[in-house]
């Protein structure tokens, strides 16, 4: 039996890959290892947990030793690794988690792959989880290509693309068996209600304000999040080592147009009068930093590996909106610390 760790498997993207994976791979033994931060929520994975090919291990991968000593005792086959601070705006007011985990939690993986794994590389794969900010800011026109140069420009972004360097080094250097993926912004259920989409769909059936920030001009390029993980799955298995794949589904929106279709399907599955909680749009300061446009060219993964979205853009939100609008305890258990409860009944006594 293949044992796979996947890192951060109780966040938003982790869950629907491990989702996944369980499923699909019965012949693997996935092992979720999780920090359970406040992004991190086993509720997500409810419907899997009990299956005999995947086990929750709690841990941070910022210390050195346990991953370490993890390694030596299951002796991975695969790292699958998610696990991050993710949020931008925290990294604005609090770049020193980021720097922790994103930097010195990758290494310390990487050091324990590259020790366990030193006597026989076959078969072994590194999978390094990243994202389409580590190219910086697009103007009106191009894309955001494989080998287009870093130029991050908000902490998340530095300490991601100093992780994918450092990825890379490794590979260069010690001959570790690494992929990387660098993929657009993602939506769809589960994930948590900082990042925009869940944080407006709550808002508008609230009538809480809708802060956008500076003139809602920022264009970001969505992907359905099961699709992110497909890719991820297709990229695992037939992705050769070394390689770095652009994840994208061309679908660019500008946030004010974004939020108008949001707002638009919220209210008519609500019963108002679809638009009428535009009145809800507040414009705030803008986010320092504010990178203005991402858009991903995913031809490499198209063409080589044959991947491609499985979901209209379309479909994808009205899908997000009803889940959230049916989960709304989700949202209220995620705001309020409730679901670590649900942890502690899980696996208080293990
Ligand atoms: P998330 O914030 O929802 O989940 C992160 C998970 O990592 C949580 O379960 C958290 O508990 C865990 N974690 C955090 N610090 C940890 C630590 N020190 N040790 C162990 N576990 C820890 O993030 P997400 O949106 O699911 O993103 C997952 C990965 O995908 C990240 O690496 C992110 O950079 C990348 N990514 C995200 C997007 C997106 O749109 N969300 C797009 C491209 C790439
Ligand atoms: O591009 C991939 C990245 O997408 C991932 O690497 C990050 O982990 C993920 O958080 C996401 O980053 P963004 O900063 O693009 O996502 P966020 O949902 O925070 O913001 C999307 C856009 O909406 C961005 O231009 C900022 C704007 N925004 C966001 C929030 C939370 C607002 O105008 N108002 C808000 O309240």
Request: aromatic share 12%; proline share 4%.
């Amino acid at each position: 039996m293949k044992k796979i760790l996947i890192t951060g498997g109780a966040g938003f993207i982790g869950s629907h890959l491990i989702r996944l994976f369980v499923n699909k791979y019965p012949d693997y033994q996935i092992y979720n290892l999780d920090k359970l931060t406040y992004a991190g929520n086993l509720e997500n994975l409810k419907d899997i947990e009990k299956m005999p090919n995947y086990k929750f291990i709690l841990g941070d991968i910022v210390d050195g030793d346990f991953i370490m000593n993890l390694f030596k005792k299951e002796s991975f086959d695969g790292v699958i690794h998610l696990a991050a601070e993710s949020h931008v705006d925290r990294s604005i007011t609090n770049p020193m988690e980021f720097i922790m985990t994103n930097i010195v939690g990758t290494v310390n993986l990487l050091n324990a792959a590259k020790y366990i794994w030193k006597d026989n590389l076959e078969g072994k794969r590194f999978y390094h989880v990243s994202t389409d900010e580590v190219y910086g800011s697009l103007g009106d026109t191009g894309f955001f290509y494989e080998d287009t140069a870093y130029a991050p420009h908000s902490p998340y972004s530095a300490s991601k693309a100093s992780s994918d360097h450092l990825v890379r080094a490794y590979h260069d250097t010690f001959g570790l068996p690494i992929i990387i993926s660098n993929c657009s912004n993602n939506y769809g259920q589960n994930q948590f209600p900082e990042k925009l989409i869940p944080l407006f769909i709550n808002n508008i059936r609230h009538n809480k304000p809708l802060p956008v920030y500076g003139k809602g001009v920022n264009v970001r390029d969505w992907l359905y999040v099961v699709d992110h993980a497909s890719a991820i799955d297709v990229i695992y298995h037939n992705g050769p080592d070394g390689e770095t794949f652009n994840i994208g589904g061309h679908n660019e929106w500008k946030n004010i147009d974004l939020i108008k279709v949001l707002i638009k399907v919220v209210d008519k599955k609500l019963g108002r009068e679809p638009g009428s909680s535009e009145k809800l749009i507040t414009y705030v300061t803008d986010r320092a930093g504010h990178d203005l446009r991402y858009a991903i060219d995913s031809s490499k993964l198209q063409n080589e590996l044959g991947w491609t979205p499985s979901l209209q853009f379309e479909e994808g939100i009205e899908k997000t909106v009803d889940w959230y609008l049916e989960n709304q305890q989700w949202l209220d258990n995620v705001t309020s610390g409730n679901y670590k409860k649900y942890y502690d009944e899980m696996y208080g006594n293990r």
